[in-house]
């Protein structure tokens, strides 16, 4: 049988049907808390923006129009409460920890590497909100420019100039030794 | 194309050229075929994009076990859905009114239809008041129109 498409189910659920809103809700879950995960840095914090979304999505279907995406409805609810939600502790990038490594290359190339990867995360952890947002879409959730800037309630230039400030930003981190970032830090 | 605008480029449309804009993409190519800064400012965003995505690596139990308790912790009785008082103003929104061929041309036909009437259609004047049963013409369209008292200008 077809699966039922996002904006079909959330008529049902516009007209109160708990059924369709669970399988609504089962089928986003994973996605929107790694996207509230990367934007927040915090776990908890993701689950309960999450927990959140998903009661308003509930609360308000009977208000919802299909102008837009289900899914680009929902992001900006949960890139909405992200980004409101003040930092409860400090940013712990998950990924700066372990990536696989690269069986190609030698020792001394994949530490280089893994080095670079972790003053990439950690750079990114500390964009401002918005910057990091963009780039969480375009590249975490594989979004193009288009469907980021209807998320994130902006233009596409919007964006594309958010994109630019937070490269270079990445770029910067990137260049500067890491003696001087850690000596920069403190 | 220069080269501070193949940076800016880079970054709004990533380092995959096959993705771009093909005017843009041309553009790029030729400058990073002519001038080697180019070529190594490609590289360097091919190693950007490649480190921001090694952190995307999915965490996949993590993920999991978090998506299960958070569709868990949504409690049995959700509560009361918000609806409009009025929600039936709300169907208009629904009416497509984006222009389209068969709406067109329903317009042209009725306008066309408006300005044949207009022009050919049959006339009303006095002398055919006789079809309005028990009037005459002195009763209805004359009286209608009865010149202004004072100076006998007729509407």
């Known amino acids: 049988?077809?699966?039922?498409?996002?904006?079909?189910?959330?008529?049902?659920?516009?007209?109160?049907?708990?059924v369709a809103f669970r399988l609504l809700a089962r089928r986003y879950t994973r996605r929107a808390l790694q996207l509230a995960h990367r934007?927040?840095?915090n776990q908890a914090d993701a689950e309960e923006i999450l927990q959140e979304a998903l009661l308003r999505v509930w609360v308000n279907a009977p208000r919802w129009r299909p102008m837009a995406a289900?899914?680009?409805?929902?992001?900006?609810?949960?890139?909405?409460?992200?980004?409101?939600?003040?930092?409860?502790a400090p940013f712990a990038p998950l990924e700066a920890a372990g990536d696989p490594p690269d069986p190609a290359a030698d020792p001394e190339t994949r530490r280089e590497d893994d080095e670079a990867a972790r003053r990439v995360a950690a750079a990114i952890a500390e964009l401002p909100a918005r910057q990091r947002a963009a780039i969480v879409l375009t590249y975490d959730e594989d979004l193009s420019n288009a469907e980021a800037a209807a998320i994130l309630e902006t233009s596409v230039s919007g964006v594309e100039a958010l994109l630019v400030r937070a490269k270079r930003s990445l770029r910067e981190q990137l260049r500067s030794p890491p003696e001087r970032r850690n000596e920069e830090d403190r | 194309m220069k080269l501070a605008e193949l940076q800016d480029a880079l970054d709004i449309y990533g380092s995959e050229l096959a993705a771009w804009p093909d005017e843009l993409r041309r553009s790029a190519e030729r400058l990073v075929a002519s001038e080697p800064a180019a070529a190594d400012c490609l590289e360097q965003a091919r190693q950007l994009d490649r480190l921001i995505a090694r952190r995307v690596q999915a965490q996949t139990p993590v993920l999991d076990e978090?998506?299960?308790?958070?569709l868990a912790r949504l409690p049995r009785e959700l509560p009361r859905q918000r609806r409009f008082a009025l929600s039936w103003p709300l169907a208009l929104l629904d009416v497509d009114l984006a222009p389209s061929r068969w709406r067109l041309a329903a317009?042209?036909?009725?306008?066309?239809?408006?300005?044949?009437?207009?022009?050919?259609?049959?006339?009303?004047?006095?002398?055919?008041?006789?079809?309005l049963p028990g009037a005459s013409a002195e009763t209805t369209l004359a009286v209608m129109f009865e010149p202004e008292p004072l100076t006998g200008v007729r509407p």
Do not use: H, K
């Open chain 1, 39 to 41: 934007v927040t840095g």
């Open chain 2, 66 to 70: 978090a998506a299960t308790r958070v």
């Open chain 1, 70 to 88: 289900f899914r680009t409805w929902f992001y900006r609810v949960v890139l909405n409460l992200c980004l409101s939600r003040r930092r409860r």
């Open chain 1, 1 to 18: 049988m077809e699966e039922a498409s996002d904006e079909a189910l959330m008529q049902r659920v516009a007209g109160g049907d708990q």
């Open chain 2, 107 to 131: 317009l042209a036909v009725v306008a066309f239809l408006g300005v044949a009437l207009g022009l050919f259609g049959p006339d009303i004047d006095a002398s055919d008041a006789g079809w």
